[in-house]
């Protein structure tokens, strides 16, 4: 009999679930488990008997191997590693950070400032010239600048590869600029304003608007945010016109492309009329202005109005005048200019061929400028009546004095001669100037000094004192102050020409004012062409007033008066054409030896007249020159004398001038030997 195995000690655990008998009794022997007994309570917390020792041993189990313990390093190293990199990319960022907000805030600021900002001048508007009574002569009206912001012509801005090139192509017929022109502007790098066209009329900016507006639309259905003109814009500007055509436009002269006086008082008075620009910087989009960002504004100075001393309708009788005689002599050139005898002012001057200042493109270069001022010439026997004054006033000879003039003078290594071969002449000093005879000038000249050095050095100082070889006054640009060499450098020749009007030059302004100085009692006034200016408050501000110089007394000057009437007033006189009805003309004829510009020698003549009106109280000089007359005559009594008469006659009218009831003194012309 087998010893029954130890009750095994239960480990408590989970229930296990009782297995369900299967039906038809026990089989295979087993035997039905029975259920067990619920233990109480008081036997649970019996103590069990030891185990005997001859009862068997429970097989040990086998004990499970221990788990090999991992050790994790030490965290705090690796911490410090990645806290030191974490520090140093943040003082990378920090100190970049001041860099960009500290350090280089301003550089960065100022590229900012230069895409997101546009800055550009704003042209004042220039100031407008009127004559003496206010007439308009040249004025601003409203135009526009075409500009443009090369940067919205790229590929980028535009998905166009040739934006520039097709923008250039359009513009072109439009603005009246080359393409190729406009193309290098287009495509100008580092900048976001570039000019295309100056002063363009509006009409021509809205041809350009009209032009944006079809080619966004075309743009926007290609699925394109702008078009190759979207970067067109334009600025309110000004453009010079003159309302009379080519009216006094060797006067006014013009304004060139860069908005400045290219000629005449334009150039004169430039820094007066162009004011003072202003400035405006505001925040653009796309090349818009941002209305919401704010804009900054230095307002422009308009310039200020000039007044002219110039009277228009005086001006338009000379110029009509001098162009018609110009246009029937066949002629280069020729000019008129007014005085006014007390004042000095210049009330006309007008040149011919002329030029329109509003179409400079059609303008003959040579017609530029203002010829009456920048033309050298001999003047010929108009400036006898400086060596007239000067034998009068050094009381060398008198209007009576006798003077024998032959036919041929030998002074020096020449033989001078008259304009017309003559018998011996019998002449009184005013029979001298009268008949315009050289070798008369020539014997009374001779008389200024004990030897001809002495007369040359005397009659050097009175052409001197009369302006010769020195500027007008008026400060034009480009004038001639003509050509007057000191009397120690007279040549041979020289010394005898100078005194009947060759060997010296001067321009037309002298000239006409070497007649004023005589009408005005032997008193030179400096020529002036500005009244005054009226700045942009309105208040006129008056010309400074011109410089005066006695040249010859107030006897002398009378008395060259006089003889001056006979010239036009005598039957032997030879400016007989240029006599105005009811008025006493002072006048003097002028045929010089010219010398032709291109080869440097004598080649036809200069003609011409002078003089002034009414002779016993003057108002106005009217002198006139036509350079190589080469149809008709070219002696200046003929065709210069007309031009004279007409413009004195309107002159007289316009100014309201009366006749003055006195009859000429009729001075002697010829004596009897």
């Known amino acids: ?172 017929p439009i603005l009246e600029v080359d393409a190729a022109e406009l193309t290098k502007k287009l495509k100008t790098k580092n900048t976001r304003w570039v000019r295309l066209a100056a002063r363009q009329t509006p009409q021509v900016w809205k041809q350009i608007k009209d032009l944006q507006s079809t080619l966004n639309e075309k743009a926007n259905k290609a699925g394109r945010a702008a078009s190759v003109l979207s970067g067109v814009l334009s600025e309110p500007s000004s453009k010079r016109v003159y309302p009379n055509g080519d009216l006094a436009a060797g006067v006014l002269g013009w304004v060139n492309a860069d908005g400045k006086g290219g000629g005449g008082v334009e150039q004169q008075l430039n820094k007066e009329l162009a004011g003072k620009a202003g400035k405006i910087r505001y925040a653009q989009s796309g090349g818009r202005q941002v209305p919401t960002a704010g804009t900054t504004e230095q307002p422009a100075v308009p310039g200020s109005d000039v007044e002219l001393t110039i009277d228009r309708d005086i001006q338009w009788a000379a110029q009509n005048a001098i162009d018609e005689q110009v246009k029937k002599s066949k002629a280069d050139r020729g000019y008129v200019i007014v005085q006014d005898t007390k004042t000095g002012e210049v009330l006309a001057m007008a040149n011919a061929p002329g030029f329109d200042p509003n179409d400079l493109a059609d303008a003959k270069a040579e017609a530029l400028g203002n010829a009456a001022l920048q033309d050298a010439y001999e003047p010929g026997s108009t400036a006898k009546i400086m060596s007239m004054a000067a034998v009068l006033e050094e009381k060398a000879a008198t209007p009576g004095t006798h003077v024998t003039v032959p036919n041929r003078l030998h002074r020096g290594d020449r033989l001078f001669q008259d304009d017309v071969d003559h018998p011996t002449w019998h002449l009184t000093l005013n029979g001298v100037l009268a008949k315009s005879s050289n070798i008369g000038t020539i014997l009374a000249t001779g008389q200024l000094g004990k030897t001809q050095q002495a007369a040359n050095q005397s009659l050097y100082s009175y052409l001197h004192k009369f302006g010769i070889g020195q500027e007008s006054g008026l400060g034009f640009p480009g004038e001639t102050s003509g050509i007057l060499a000191p009397a120690a450098k007279w040549s041979t020749s020289q010394q005898y020409t100078i005194p009947f009007g060759q060997g010296f030059s001067i321009n037309a302004m002298q000239a006409a004012s070497v007649y004023s100085t005589i009408a005005n009692g032997g008193v030179r006034v400096e020529p002036t062409l500005v009244r005054g200016t009226k700045g942009p408050d309105g208040r006129f501000t008056p010309a400074p007033k011109p410089k005066e110089t006695r040249v010859v007394s107030e006897k002398t000057a009378k008395t060259v008066a006089q003889m001056l009437e006979s010239v036009v007033d005598d039957e032997e006189g030879t400016g007989t054409k240029a006599r105005i009805p009811g008025y006493r003309v002072a006048g003097k004829t002028g045929t010089a030896n010219r010398v032709d510009p291109a080869t440097g020698r004598y080649k036809g003549y200069t003609s011409s007249f002078a003089g002034f009106a009414p002779a016993d109280k003057p108002r106005v000089t009217v002198y006139c020159a036509i350079q190589n007359a080469t149809k008709g005559s070219y002696f200046g009594g003929q065709i210069c004398g007309p031009i004279y008469k007409k413009v004195m006659e309107f002159s007289l009218k316009t100014l309201q001038t009366p006749p003055t009831g006195h009859k000429p003194a009729r001075l002697p012309v010829t004596f009897e030997p």
């Open 1 to 172: 009999m087998t010893d029954r195995e130890p009750p095994r000690r239960r480990v408590p655990g989970p229930a296990r679930p009782a297995r369900t008998p299967q039906r038809g009794g026990q089989q295979g022997g087993q035997r039905r488990p029975q259920p067990k007994q619920r233990q109480s309570p008081s036997a649970a917390r019996r103590p069990r008997p030891a185990p005997s020792k001859q009862q068997a041993k429970p097989r040990p189990r086998p004990k499970p191997k221990a788990a090999t313990r991992l050790r994790l390093g030490s965290p705090k190293p690796r911490l410090r590693m990645v806290s030191l990199g974490l520090t140093m990319v943040l003082l990378v960022f920090v100190g970049r950070l001041f860099q960009v907000q500290g350090v280089d805030a301003s550089a960065y600021a100022a590229k900012a400032a230069l895409n997101r900002y546009v800055s550009h001048s704003i042209a004042a508007e220039r100031g407008g010239i009127t004559d003496r009574g206010g007439v308009e002569l040249a004025a601003s009206v409203d135009a526009y600048d075409i500009t443009a912001d090369p940067t919205l012509f790229t590929k980028k801005a535009t998905k166009v590869d040739d934006a520039p090139e097709q923008a250039a192509a359009l513009l072109s």
